[in-house]
């Protein structure tokens, strides 16, 4: 018996109906700039959310306390939205490695396209100075997306 393919869209991922959580309320309250804010998001999402196989929807990421590369992107992605970055500012980035099975390899982070910066939320946390150029010569993007624009590269 073949399992159906579970249909939705990309930006419904981030949900900007998720509230900001009381103990990351109070750690952002002193970050005085937006590259400051996002890289607290992003280190929030990464010490409170488990990595997790399956788990993409950011309301179960949240109260799960899990989530896949995607679903952790996505929540931090919407909590960044949430606290005023622009449609134009933040988004899920996915990509897949060059010479790397697609089917296997694809891989999402959160893009701070006004500063860019990715942030990997993944086994640990990083930030990479990039620019989207700069990781096309490693990597192929695949999407882009927030809650409002769906960018595929052509």
């Not at 620019?131 to 595929?152: A, G, K, R, Y």
Request: aromatic letters at 10%; charged letters at 25%.
């Amino acid at each position: 018996m073949r399992k159906a393919a579970q249909r939705f869209k990309y930006v419904d991922l981030v949900n900007l109906g998720i509230g900001i959580p009381e103990n990351l309320d109070s750690a952002i309250v002193d970050c005085t700039s937006k590259i400051e804010r996002a890289r607290t998001v992003c280190e929030w999402v990464v010490s409170t959310i488990a990595d997790d196989e399956t788990t993409v929807d950011t309301e179960q990421v949240l109260s799960c306390k899990k989530g896949t590369c995607l679903g952790k992107s996505a929540l931090a992605v919407s909590l960044l939205r949430n606290l005023g970055f622009s449609k134009e500012e933040v988004f899920v980035i996915i990509l897949v490695k060059k010479g790397e099975n697609p089917f296997e390899a694809l891989h999402a982070l959160v893009y701070l396209q006004s500063e860019e910066i990715f942030f990997d939320l993944t086994d640990g946390f990083c930030e990479y100075d990039k620019t989207l150029e700069d990781v096309s010569f490693t990597s192929m993007v695949v999407l882009m997306f927030n809650d409002e624009i769906c960018l595929v590269p052509y």
